[in-house]
């Protein structure tokens, strides 16, 4: 059973940074790729990043330029790193692995950004 944890959410003023992180119990270069979604309250859950093996990644066009994703195998770990945040930014910010047709879900993280 894959299991995702995120880690690193918190509350922070606008304009700050967060690193999320997330840990796989698995080696992350095992999965067709690793994403970052977000869902905040009453809107569906929107996808953020992804990075896949050899290391190539895409942004969705809210984030780009302002967050990056990466990926440590030697701790089996991919990262979000979120610069210049928004009030936008704030929601529950979720792992996603995907290998063999089958999606994993980490419990997520909340991400609040204060004006």
């Known amino acids: 059973q894959v299991q995702l944890v995120e880690s690193g959410g918190g509350l922070v003023q606008a304009g700050g940074s967060l690193r999320l992180s997330c840990a796989a119990s698995e080696r992350v270069f095992n999965f067709n790729a690793m994403n970052w979604y977000r869902q905040a309250p009453g809107i569906a859950r929107e996808w953020v990043a992804g990075?896949?093996?050899?290391?190539?990644?895409s942004y969705a066009d809210s984030v780009k330029g302002r967050f990056t994703i990466s990926r440590d195998n030697t701790k089996n770990t991919v990262y979000l790193q979120m610069n210049s945040l928004m009030p936008e930014d704030t929601a529950v910010y979720y792992c996603?692995?995907?290998?063999?047709?089958?999606?994993?879900w980490g419990q997520g993280t909340q991400v609040t950004v204060s004006s």
């Open positions: 996603q692995a995907g290998r063999g047709g089958l999606g994993y």
């Open positions: 990075i896949a093996p050899p290391g190539s990644t």
